[in-house]
C-alpha cells in the first residue's frame, strides 16, 4: 500500500494537518499498521516537492503539526490515476514461505522442512482463529469485517499451498538433492 | 472444565472399508471443537458414531462418564432427541409441515404442549432471523431460509451437544458465514458443545480447536501427514 495515496486520498476532502492525517488514517484503516509521526511529515514533504500538495496555512503557535496542507490540480490527478491503476499481483518469489521451504531442503534436509511446515500451519490456523474472532466480535463494524476477510482469504490461501507443499515435499527434494 | 463427551479407540468400518481405525476425542462442556480432514478421512463417520446414530465396532463413546453403547436403542434415543442435535448439510425439513412445526417438532416429541412449543419455535425462528418463514412450506424457502430453519430445529430444545456436519456447505459464502456466526453465537450464549465437521480452515476457524483426520485416524500435524507404520 502507499501511504502518499492514502494521504492524497485523505486530503481530497479539504486541507488538514499532518496530526489530522494521521488520527484519520489509523481511523479509517485500523487493521493496517498505524502511521508514525515522522512518516506522514516526510510524505508530506515528498508529495510538497512534487508539486501534489500545497501549504495552505500555519496555526499562530507554529510548528511542523500546526502546518495544514492542501492537494493541488497535480495531486488530484494523481490519485485518480492510482485509484484506476491496477497493482501488479504479487509474485510468489516474494514470498518468505516458499523461500525458508526451499532454503531448509538446500541447506538442512526434508526433516527440518517438514517440521516448519507444520509450525507454519499452526501459527496460520492461530491467526485464522484470531481474525474470525474479529469479525464475529459484535462490536465490529463492516470495516473491521473486510479488513479481516481480506487478512482470512490470504491466510487460507497460504494454508492451501502448505498443505500441497508437504505433499510435494518428497518429490520437491528428489529433484533439488539429486 | 467437564468433560461433555469422549471417544475412545474408536473403530468403525462399513463391510470390508475401515472409516475409523481407532480415534480418541474428547469434548468437554460449552467447547466448539472442528473436525477436519480431506474426504473420505472418517468425519462423518465420527460425528455419527459421537452422536450416538451409528453403533462403533470397537472402542467407547462416553457421554457425561457413561458408555452410551451399552444403553438399549431406546434410551440412546431419548439420549439424542433431549441432550443432542444434529444438523446437515442440506436442512432435512419435513416438506410436508411449515417451518414453525419443523422447528417445534422436537419439543412435541420431548412432551411439551401444543401452544408452548409453538411460541418456542417462534422465538428459535426468530432468533436466527426467520420468524416471518413460521407458517411456510420448505418448498417455498431458499437454501439459506431452509438451513436457518434446519438450525433452528436443532437448537430449539437447547441441547448440551450440537453435532454440525458440513452445515453451511450448501450455502453461498456470505449466507454460510451469517449462519456459522448465529450458530456459534447461540452456543455460546448457551453454553452447547458443538462439533463442528468441515474440510474448510475458514470454516474451522470458527471453533475453538480443530481435530484433523486421515484415513480414519488422527493427524496431529493437520497437514494429511501420512502416519507412519
Ligand atoms: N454407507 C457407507 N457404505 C460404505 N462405505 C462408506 C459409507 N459411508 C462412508 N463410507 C466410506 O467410509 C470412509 C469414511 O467416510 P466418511 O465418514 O463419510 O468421510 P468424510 O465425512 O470425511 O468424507 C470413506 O472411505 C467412505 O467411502
Ligand atoms: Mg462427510
Known amino acids: 500500500m502507499s501511504t502518499s495515496h492514502v494521504l492524497l486520498g485523505l486530503l481530497a476532502g479539504g486541507p488538514r494537518h499532518g496530526y489530522e492525517l494521521k488520527r484519520s488514517h489509523d481511523d479509517r484503516l485500523p487493521q493496517a499498521k498505524p502511521l508514525a509521526f515522522g512518516q506522514v511529515y516526510a510524505t508530506l514533504g515528498r508529495l510538497e516537492r512534487d508539486g501534489l500538495v500545497e501549504q495552505s496555512g500555519q496555526d499562530r503557535d507554529g510548528g511542523p503539526d500546526r502546518t495544514s496542507y492542501v492537494i493541488t490540480e497535480a495531486g488530484r490527478a494523481r490519485l485518480g490515476e492510482w485509484l484506476t491503476e491496477v497493482e501488479p499481483p504479487a509474485p510468489y518469489v516474494t514470498s518468505a514461505l516458499f523461500a525458508k521451504v526451499v532454503v531448509s531442503l538446500l541447506a538442512s ?16 490456523t492461530t491467526r485464522l482463529r484470531e481474525l474470525t474472532a474479529v469479525k464475529t466480535d459484535s462490536a465490529a463494524t463492516v470495516g473491521d469485517v473486510i479488513a479481516a476477510d481480506y487478512a482470512i482469504a490470504h491466510l487460507d490461501a497460504d494454508l492451501r499451498w502448505l498443505q500441497t507443499t508437504l505433499l510435494r515435499l518428497a518429490d520437491l527434494n528428489e529433484e533439488m538433492n539429486p | 472444565m467437564n468433560t461433555l463427551l469422549q471417544g475412545t479407540a474408536l473403530h468403525r468400518a462399513y463391510g470390508p472399508t475401515p472409516a475409523l481405525r481407532g480415534v480418541d476425542i474428547e469434548v468437554t462442556e460449552g467447547e466448539i471443537v472442528a473436525v477436519t480432514g480431506p474426504s ?13 446414530i451409528m453403533r462403533v465396532d470397537s472402542g467407547s463413546v462416553r457421554y457425561r462418564d457413561q458408555d ?29 409441515l411449515t417451518a414453525g412445526e419443523n422447528v417445534a417438532l422436537p419439543l412435541l416429541l420431548g412432551g411439551v404442549k401444543r401452544r408452548e412449543a409453538q411460541k418456542t419455535a417462534e422465538e428459535w425462528l426468530d ?47 456470505l449466507t454460510g458465514e451469517q449462519v456459522l456466526g448465529e450458530i456459534v453465537r447461540v452456543a455460546r450464549e448457551k453454553g452447547m458443545a458443538v462439533v463442528l465437521v468441515t474440510h474448510e480452515a475458514q470454516i474451522a476457524a470458527y471453533a475453538d480447536r480443530e481435530i484433523s483426520l486421515r484415513d480414519g485416524a488422527l493427524d496431529p500435524t493437520g497437514l494429511g501427514l501420512r502416519t507412519r507404520a
Open chain 2, 127 to 173: 432468533r436466527f432471523g426467520v420468524a416471518e418463514l413460521a407458517g411456510k412450506l420448505p418448498g417455498a424457502m431458499s437454501g439459506g431460509q431452509q438451513q436457518r430453519c434446519a438450525v433452528a430445529r436443532a437448537m430449539v430444545t437447547e441441547p448440551r451437544a450440537l453435532f454440525a456436519d458440513e452445515p453451511t456447505g450448501a450455502l453461498d459464502v
Open chain 1, 109 to 124: 534436509g526434508e526433516r527440518v522442512a517438514t517440521e516448519y511446515l507444520v509450525a507454519q500451519r499452526a501459527a496460520h
Open chain 2, 40 to 52: 473420505g478421512c472418517g468425519k462423518s463417520t465420527l460425528l455419527h458414531c459421537l452422536a450416538g
Open chain 2, 68 to 96: 452410551i453403547g451399552l444403553w438399549s436403542e431406546s434410551a440412546r434415543s431419548k439420549l439424542r432427541r433431549t441432550e443432542f442435535g444434529v444438523l446437515f448439510q442440506f436442512g432435512q425439513l419435513v416438506p410436508e
